[in-house]
């Protein structure tokens, strides 16, 4: 079982990125999927998640608005569009997979990936 993220880096305030996230090893249409992220000293919270099919998303209220979470069955992959991005995005952002349902509490996910540095600022 692999989660292999991708997509972080630097970015002024009010700048985007995309981060993607690509499972093998798997049956990845079967598994909510989410990110999370982790600030040096913060615990690792609740961004984003998306059911197995793609038709219901959640976001943590400080990105609704801001990014969007969308997942291509297909492709085995789930990504996160970051659009106005602040100095208090700044994180390690991580994607992880959870048999049949999203929840925002990071204890029920299975699956972890490696994590992805985004870094915002002038």
């Known amino acids: 079982v692999q989660l292999q993220a991708s997509g972080g880096g630097l970015t002024q305030p009010g700048g985007s990125l995309r981060l993607s996230c690509t499972a093998s090893?798997?049956?990845?249409?079967?598994?909510?999927m989410a990110w999370f992220r982790q600030a040096p000293g913060n615990k690792r919270d609740f961004v984003a998640g998306?059911?197995?099919?793609?038709?219901?998303?959640y976001y943590a209220d400080h990105v609704k608005g801001r990014f969007t979470i969308s997942r291509d069955n297909a492709k085995m992959t789930v990504y996160l569009q970051m659009n106005r991005l602040e100095r208090e995005d700044t994180a390690v952002y991580y994607c992880?997979?959870?048999?049949?349902?999203?929840?925002?509490?990071?204890?029920?996910?299975?699956?972890w990936g490696q994590g992805t540095q985004v870094t915002v600022s002038s």
């Open positions: 992880a997979a959870q048999k049949g349902f999203v929840t925002r509490d990071r204890v029920d996910y299975e699956y």
């Open positions: 090893g798997f049956d990845f249409s079967d598994y909510g």
């Open positions: 998306v059911t197995w099919s793609g038709g219901s998303t």
